[in-house]
């Protein structure tokens, strides 16, 4: 896999197996010229976004079903009255 590094813009080659260890998370590699690069912390970083994102969704979702249900119930209590009458 071909490489550039975002410090220097040097570009290199690294084994497909090493970039995708570098993915999950390893410890960090060096360009050519010696700058730190790493993979995995910044993916960790988006996907931890992303999950965090989902969760807020998730309970803006259970609480508009549940603020539904409430109005739901209301509404079918108010028609029982009606019809009772």
């Given at each position: ?8 813009g040097c570009l290199f080659a690294m ?71």
């Amino acid at each position: 896999r071909v490489l550039e590094c975002w410090i220097c813009g040097c570009l290199f080659a690294m084994p497909e197996q090493l970039y995708l260890r570098e993915k999950d998370g390893a410890n960090g590699f060096h360009c050519p010229n010696g700058h730190l690069l790493g993979l995995g912390k910044g993916q960790m970083k988006k996907l931890e976004e992303e999950l965090c994102e989902v969760r807020v969704e998730r309970t803006r979702c259970r609480l508009g079903w549940e603020k539904a249900a409430r109005e739901n119930d209301r509404l079918l209590k108010q028609l029982d009255k009606k019809k009772k009458k």
